[in-house]
């Protein structure tokens, strides 16, 4: 009994409005609160002293045996069943899912286990269909509202019958102390004025506030987000018996935050007068981080089956220039049978050469892509020549450069860089690439590098088309053709992979450009001391 408040540890087990049993080493059932007898339908007389199987659906009942063994040699609290589905069994045959945390103490009678277990029903068809969740847990809130009341009428009758307890009683209440103080859920007992006058153990682990901080000094507010939900709302709900489950963020001492599921309840005399409140809640940080992860699954595969869609959709037109080119020249080539017919058959040789090397640039901006979205890209970072590497590039170019078109490359500062060469390589290609591309023959295309001791800058200037202001505003998204570019080959996914390297090498890229007067790319990368 706690001797500032009156209020004994059999109250809180009595009335508290989740199922609690304790059972000995052997699984027998020792002890059972009256909401776990309501929950499953059975008396006292007719669960104390059954096995913990009698509430387990029956094909469980071999592999629960053996998980009591298991938890007797190794116990520990710990919530049950970790990524498991949990259910329970009625006494009249019906399964409802179920949440457990078990406590281990021990006692002159030997080892018993305490678990909590809490009716998940109503979360499990939330899952099953988040547009329902408001509507589940409010009628949640209704049915733990309903027991709520009737221990608030109990407290005052229970409070002054606690001392003339006899040994019997007493025996319960070293359980209830156990209980108390091996409880996975924050309990926390207020006076009508909202003062802290009793905080079990799991609520000074979670909220890393001790027992001293609080007492008769502090209200719950000092831990609750009041921008998501206020002690006196609280207060005015259970005041007026408004439900009020809620699943808010708690604020521990050190500032960092958690998910609980809450219950506030008034505690009422026999004359229906407000004596002081309830919190119970549920630290539920891995349900809501199983959710999001579950979320960020789905929207996952949700991108990879659009990307999916918009490559059979891409593939289905890109694919159809280079391939009527392979099969023409092809034909044509079969018709040149005679000697003096051998350029012909070089010209469409060469153009099958081309639509083959287009064909599989497309399935390597495809892949690149996959690689990019499954996070499958590894830096592998080497010191090499950069004036070198770009020149080499531009060598292996020239032979897409369009008539009297020419790559003009200077490079000033020092030569030698850390960074991927593999990964520069690519971007460079695909920018490079696109100046020839997208500018007219005879054009200028400039390559330019600077190394300083803190950046490399790369530039790519040309003398094309150019690019809209409203399109360069989407010009790195993921399939994006420029309203002046829909004429000409490509899938869209150049200029995003590019992005997506120059970010993978902590580096940025911007464009500068206009219509009909040229592009400039400019990269740059921040150099480790």
Partial sequence: MNKDTGIGFDVLF???????????????????????????????????????????????????????????????????????????TRKNGTEFPVEVSLGSYPTEQGKHVIAFLNDISKRKEAEQALQQLNEALEQKVEERTVTLKSTVKQLAALIAETEAKDTELNRINIFLKNIWNHAAAIIIVTDNAGIINMINPAAERLLLYSSNELITKETPTIFLNEAEISFASLVDKAGSRTSNEVEVYYKRKDDSQFPVSQTFTAMRNAQGVIEGYLMIAMDISKRKKAETDLLVALQKEKELSELKSRFVSIASHEFRTPLSTVLSSAYLISKYAEKEDQHRRDKHIQRIVSAVNMLTDILNDFLSVGKIEEGKIQLRKTVFDIKQHLQQITNELHGLLKKDQQIHYRHEGVLEIE??????????????????????????????????????????ADQGIGISQDDQLHLFERFFRAANATNIQGTGLGLHIVSKYVELLNGTITCNSRLDTGTTFELNFRMDP
């Fill in 419 to 460: 960074l991927d060469p593999s990964l520069v390589k690519h971007i460079l290609l695909n920018l490079l690439s696109n100046a020839i591309k997208f500018s007219p023959e005879g054009s200028v295309i400039e390559l330019r590098s600077v190394r300083t001791p803190e950046h490399l800058k790369i530039s790519v």
């Fill in 14 to 88: 009595t009335n508290a409005s989740l199922g609690i049993m304790v059972a000995n080493e052997q699984g027998t059932i020792v002890l059972a609160n009256p909401f776990l007898l309501k929950q499953f339908g059975y008396s006292e007389k007719e669960l104390l002293g059954q096995k913990i199987e009698k509430l387990i659906p029956e094909r469980y009942h071999k592999r629960h045996v053996t998980h009591v063994h298991h938890y007797n040699e190794h116990p520990k609290n710990r919530p049950m069943g970790l990524g498991l589905d949990l259910y329970a």
